[in-house]
């Protein structure tokens, strides 16, 4: 194995340890120690790859984004699709993606430094615009609305994929393919 693959899979073990550590406390409560013990490396080892707990925390609420932000811009561009298919695919993923961070969507509000806010909004910035880009495309194809402008109907869509991953474990919990029919009811072009 190269050097390169060597310092990648150190990497995740140190992510995937995080996660761990982060799961079900607090971001206070997790300290650095914990999570280069549940990694078996060094402390030190862990700043090699992570210049903070701030810097670590980040990287693991961010972590798929970029997959995300293509997966919607390939949705985008399938336009052989008819518009609804398309939708339809981008919730069930988005809600996949929000559902499988729903504990860092929690422990952000707790978290939530200068650092860390600079960094989660570049990030979330790329996801918002792609999914302007895509609802763009829908209202141009007369599938969504044309009352509300782009900016609203993204909110419309993410909102509740967001709050339904922030509540998770709650009461009654809406499926992904309920959610996405009633949020394409919403903002449909009728």
Same mark, same amino acid.
């Given at each position: ?17 995080? &996660?761990?550590c %982060?799961? *079900?406390?607090?971001?206070d ?20 790859? %992570? ?5 670590? %925390?980040?990287?693991?609420?961010? $972590? ?9 811009? /390939?949705? &985008? ?26 504990? %860092? ?6 978290? #939530? ?15 918002? *615009?792609a #999914?302007?880009?895509?609802?763009g495309?829908?209202?141009? $194809?007369?599938a ?9 109907? /993204? ?11 922030? *509540? ?23």
């Amino acid at each position: 194995m190269n050097l390169e693959k060597k310092k990648a899979l150190k990497r995740q073990t140190i992510l995937k340890a995080a &996660t761990a550590c %982060f799961e *079900n406390r607090s971001y206070d409560e997790v300290t650095l120690d914990e999570v280069a013990t549940e990694a078996g490396v060094g402390k030190g080892t862990v700043y090699l790859y %992570f210049r903070s707990k701030e810097d670590l %925390f980040l990287q693991l609420a961010v $972590e798929g984004v970029d997959e995300m932000v293509a997966q919607v811009k /390939e949705l &985008t561009q399938m336009t052989a699709l008819p518009f609804v298919e398309r939708f339809e695919r981008i919730i069930l993923a988005l809600a996949g993606f929000f559902m499988r961070r729903h504990g %860092f969507i929690r422990l952000m509000n707790q978290a #939530m430094s200068e650092q860390l806010n600079e960094g989660f909004c570049r990030h979330r910035e790329q996801m918002r *615009n792609a #999914m302007m880009t895509f609802i763009g495309q829908g209202v141009k $194809e007369g599938a969504l609305r044309r009352d509300c402008d782009v900016a609203e109907l /993204e909110m419309m869509l993410i909102g509740p994929l967001v709050f339904r991953a922030r *509540n998770q474990g709650h009461s009654h919990p809406v499926s992904p393919e309920v959610l996405s029919r009633l949020i394409w009811s919403a903002i449909k072009h009728d």
